[in-house]
């Protein structure tokens, strides 16, 4: 997506080689604007597919996923990272390891909010290692769900997560495609 695209040639910033930073447009500050353009090219991939809810990891799928669910006109749910006196007594749960803080946490969703029978758009920021977008498709699995596809903004797909969900059959669409990156050279998009 050429505009996405654009902006991370813009305003993002490599950092060590491995991670980029979009803390003006997605990360801390968000671009609605832009999250709607992203919105409606995952509405356009997945017409016709009868996806009736959006499932997004805390805390940065959140926004992007918002709008998602707006024009796809569906419910959108979020897995949380932590317990708290709040945990529902029911919940479907995975471990995921975090690709950007190195910790590891337990996600969960409500039983009341993923069924049988739901189609499931998985949506995230990025896709790294694949450990959220594995931590997600464990949940759809566990509550009978049906997986549609997996649509992340932004892969680093010299990262092995994209890749290997695709080799799993599972239909992963980003928006834009980073061959390689580096502090010194900037950032190549796959063609
Ligand atoms: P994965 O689980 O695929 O290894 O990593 C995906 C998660 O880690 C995303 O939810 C995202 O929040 C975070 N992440 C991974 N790589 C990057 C990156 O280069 N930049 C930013 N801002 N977040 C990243």
């Not at 803390?23 to 009736?52: T, V, Y």
């Amino acid at each position: 997506m050429k505009l996405l695209e654009e902006r991370i040639l813009k305003d993002g910033k490599v950092i060590g080689g491995d991670v980029l930073k979009v803390d003006s447009f997605i990360n801390h500050q968000m671009d609605p604007a832009l999250f709607r353009e992203m919105a409606l090219e995952w509405k356009r991939i997945f017409e016709g597919c009868g996806i009736n809810k959006i499932l997004t990891i805390e805390a940065s799928g959140i926004g992007i996923a918002a709008v998602a669910g707006l024009e796809f006109g569906c419910p959108v749910v979020f897995a949380k990272k932590s317990k708290s006196s709040n945990t529902p007594e029911h919940s479907y749960s995975a471990t995921v390891k975090s690709f950007t803080r190195g910790t590891v946490n337990d996600i969960y969703v409500s039983t009341k909010y993923l069924n049988p029978g739901d189609k499931i758009l998985i949506i995230d920021d990025f896709m790294a290692t694949g450990e959220a977008a594995r931590g997600l498709t464990q949940l759809v699995k566990e509550a009978g769900a049906e997986l549609i596809g997996i649509g992340i903004a932004v892969e680093k797909a010299f990262q092995p997560g994209g890749e290997e969900l695709r080799s799993m059959g599972i239909r992963v669409e980003s928006l834009a495609r980073i061959k390689e990156m580096s502090e010194e050279n900037g950032i190549v998009f796959v063609d």
